[in-house]
């Protein structure tokens, strides 16, 4: 009985932890078979909030890879909200001008719109999407980590905190099974 007090415990935990470092997911799981993930559109918070929101979904901002990603994050987050203005997981933390995928994949695409990026040299400086009423349809801006903006967030299938819950869940049912 113990063990499933604290599988239980610990469910509740992890699910209010999900909630704790952002406001709420807006539109998601959306599924891209073209990636294998799964993407969310999350409440406004800035950069750093919404990238540990990320992780207690079991993934990160967004990692943009090519013009065919870009494109069907626009069509799937962007048309149905044109003022959403999106964090997506590209950082400059140094002030090099050396972007960074949050996820640590490669940067083998970008997509900067004229005139971007241009917060060089302040520091702590992060992508986000232009909305679709800006004009710049696809195109990407950076910003410091002020606002309080919305992020999409990709989530690879299963997720780790899926596979976890499912793990704990096995446990007390092989626990109750072996009583």
Same mark, same amino acid.
């Given at each position: 009985?113990?063990?499933i007090t604290?599988?239980?415990?610990?469910?509740?935990?992890?699910?209010?932890?999900?909630?704790?470092a952002?406001?709420?997911i807006?539109?998601?799981p959306?599924?891209?078979?073209?990636t294998?993930?799964?993407?969310?559109l999350t409440?406004?918070?800035?950069w750093?909030d919404?990238?540990?929101f990320a992780?207690? =979904? #079991?993934?990160?901002? +967004?990692t943009? &890879?090519?013009?065919?990603?870009?494109?069907?994050?626009?069509?799937?987050f962007?048309a149905p909200?044109?003022?959403?203005i999106p964090?997506f997981?590209?950082?400059?933390?140094d002030?090099?001008?050396i972007?960074?995928?949050i996820s640590g994949?490669p940067?083998?695409?970008?997509?900067?719109?004229?005139g971007e990026?241009?917060f =060089? #040299?302040?520091g702590? +400086?992060?992508? &986000?999407?232009?909305?679709?009423?800006?004009?710049?349809?696809g195109?990407?801006n950076n910003?410091?980590?002020?606002?309080?903006?919305?992020?999409?967030?990709e989530?690879?299938?299963?997720s780790?905190?899926?596979l976890g819950?499912?793990?704990?869940f096995?446990?007390?049912?092989?626990s109750?099974?072996?009583r």
């Amino acid at each position: 009985m113990k063990l499933i007090t604290r599988t239980i415990l610990l469910a509740v935990i992890l699910f209010a932890a999900s909630f704790s470092a952002h406001s709420s997911i807006i539109g998601g799981p959306v599924y891209n078979p073209a990636t294998g993930h799964n993407y969310y559109l999350t409440g406004a918070g800035n950069w750093t909030d919404s990238q540990a929101f990320a992780l207690t =979904l #079991g993934g990160n901002l +967004v990692t943009i &890879n090519d013009v065919a990603e870009n494109t069907w994050l626009n069509q799937t987050f962007m048309a149905p909200n044109p003022t959403v203005i999106p964090w997506f997981g590209l950082h400059d933390t140094d002030a090099n001008n050396i972007w960074e995928w949050i996820s640590g994949e490669p940067v083998t695409y970008l997509n900067w719109a004229p005139g971007e990026p241009n917060f =060089l #040299g302040i520091g702590h +400086v992060y992508g &986000n999407l232009f909305s679709q009423d800006s004009g710049k349809i696809g195109q990407w801006n950076n910003a410091p980590n002020l606002g309080t903006i919305y992020a999409i967030v990709e989530v690879p299938e299963p997720s780790v905190l899926a596979l976890g819950v499912l793990a704990l869940f096995g446990c007390t049912v092989r626990s109750r099974q072996s009583r």
